[in-house]
């Protein structure tokens, strides 16, 4: 990307390059090697005592399970949402997108904790119309809602992906000569897709194998277990001595498997995934006008949206304001008791952690993360950029205990270890997100300014920053919230006087608090939301003033080509 090094530069890449290597081997290399140790100084026995151990093999089955059928399901779905709402028929197609997104917004374990609320026993479904899903708390419940999480996350990828890699002008051409939608769909788009499609199988099976929240909240009722899950009973629970070592070595099992699925992938998939072209939002499917192949798959769309998260969250919402369990909710029997309850002293306290190791993770990792995303420019720092998206996949439960192994005689029971788990965990998503922004800096901006006399500094704050704006805002923010509602690592570090705020969540509904619970997890999703929305304003504002001023500069040198364009 910067093109011939001067010797400022060489200097500035030289001590970028030692302190990101000394970031990753402190927050990552270490740690994991901490597993690997305590398990070798125990001479193996752990290994066969965990293999030996009733239920594990039922346990790993569910992981693996779950980890397959998942992605089977959220690809496609996301995926097709995507497509779908490429078209300029669509009605209402703005507020589809922001619908489809919305279960971001939701912690993962609030989500599951609201399907309870909906269609669990006694449930908002169950009070209203006497309908209950008795087959929520298991297996098929989990799979489900964990599906209804991966998918934006599948929508949005496909999305970025038709911005880079589908070619409209192709598409046009597949029509014009007489191919319907789906052989072009088949034939032209999907082929160019293919890459991003497997990125995306790839991340949600990893997702899905570390997935804590939803098999505790789902599952631990009806005695589901997976790997996440013993290591958390093993580690909190369990009164054996030996429980720690079991826990260490699951966690040590589960770092092997995501690597050995990912670090192949990434190698393979990550050259391919480069952007070829700036994103555009040229890629809209024309159509000449709204029929029932639009207006089917909207109301599809909607209904999907309804059941998967407006539905819980009105139950959420009814759970939290009604007096007590059982009881219907109507107005005669609300209240704000729960809220008054949740929010007391402790929980506010956890609310000021909470905020506290979001932003300081935020800020420190936009600037390692475009630190990363520099040097994988370099040959000898690609090995960093895959670092990052194994890291990513290492599970929360297994990067914190091995933190806790490493650093846990200086940092145990404090807010430092947690924060420590969300710099180590979280590095990849601000290295990805700030990755296809650095690619697109001019480089011949950067040399400009160097050979004009500008410091390294200088060239940074004035070349680097306004056009990485954008990318640098949405990284702080998508950390900022994922770190706010992280449960997995804080409930396995924190101590008393010291827990954020999901985990006084999880901590109430494992208690059995219905109504607390609720509220707290409203307070939580409401926090979420009210950060993500002045957010989301400011990068559509960003990238329309962005396009306005690309357009300035592609209207000057021809002045009829302005007034083309506004007809």
Known sequence: MLGPLRTGDRSLLVVATVTACVASLGLVVIPVIKLGQIIFEDGGSSITRVLRAPGLGTA?????????????VAVPLGSAMALFLRRSDVSGRTLLRVAVVLPLIVPQFVLGYSWTQAYGRAGFTDDVLGIRWTGLNGPVGIAIVLVVDAAPICYLLTTVGLATRAQPELERA????GAGAW??????????LRPVLAAEVVLTFVATLESFAVPQVLGAPSGFATLTTRIYSDLTLASDPDSFLDAVTLSLGLVVIAAVVLLPSDLLLGPRLRAARTAQPAGAVLAAGRSWRAVAPALAIA???????????????????????????????WTLDNFRAALDGPTLDALWNSVQLAGLAAFVLIAFGLLIAVLERRRAGRALGTLAIVTFAIPGSALAVG??????????????????????????LAHRTLSGAVDRVPPAEWQAARTSGARPGVTVATIWLPSLAPALLGAWVLIFLTALHEVTMSSLLYSFGNQTLAVAVLNRQEVGDVGTTAALSVVLTAI????????????RVMASRRVGRVAER??????GLAVAGAR
Do not use: D, E, Q
């Open 554 to 559: 592609v209207a000057l040198p021809v002045p």
């Open 183 to 192: 052989t072009t769909l088949r034939t032209v788009t999907l082929p160019l």
């Open 403 to 428: 933190l806790l192994i490493a650093y846990g005689r200086w940092f145990g029971g404090s807010l430092a270890l947690i924060l420590l788990a969300y710099l180590a965990k979280f590095w990849a």
């Open 60 to 72: 790993a089955l569910h992981t693996i399970l779950l980890a397959c059928v998942v992605p089977l």
């Open 174 to 177: 597949a029509h014009l000569c």
């Open 528 to 539: 979420l939301l009210l950060g993500a929305v002045p957010a989301w304003v400011s990068l």
């Open 303 to 333: 209904g999907y949206t309804i059941l998967a998260v407006g539905l819980p969250a009105v139950a959420l919402v009814s759970a939290a304001i009604t007096r007590a369990i059982g009881v219907r909710p109507t107005p005669s029997n």
